[in-house]
């Protein structure tokens, strides 16, 4: 069991796996086998930054694969009672096996 994040300078990060599955069913429908493809792994991290250095890098014509993601959306949050944040989710394809 650890305390914090694994990724230096995050204030909290998220990580999610999954799957699209693709069945095969009986004639009344019952579910007899599942097959998963399309695996991704998807990562929400939070950071303190300067409000006024933000540059988005939720933009098109990104490139992703097994070992480069994709930025699904970047977010500036401010407040009056806060130190500006950002949030960033990426997306990035999972090897099969």
């Known amino acids: 069991m650890g ?17 699209q599955a693709a069945d095969k069913m009986d004639e009344n429908g019952a579910i007899l086998e599942m097959t998963t493809y399309g ?7 939070e950071v303190y930054t300067d409000a006024g250095s933000f540059t988005n890098l939720a933009v098109n014509a990104q490139v992703g694969n097994t ?24 997306r990035q394809a999972l090897t099969t096996g």
């Open 3 to 19: 305390f914090g994040v694994s990724t230096a300078d995050n204030i909290s990060q998220n990580t999610a796996y999954s799957v």
């Open 39 to 45: 695996g991704i792994k998807e990562t929400t991290e």
């Open 67 to 90: 070992t480069a993601a994709v930025v699904m959306s970047h977010t500036l949050i401010e407040s009056n009672t806060d130190y500006a944040r950002a949030s960033k989710v990426s």
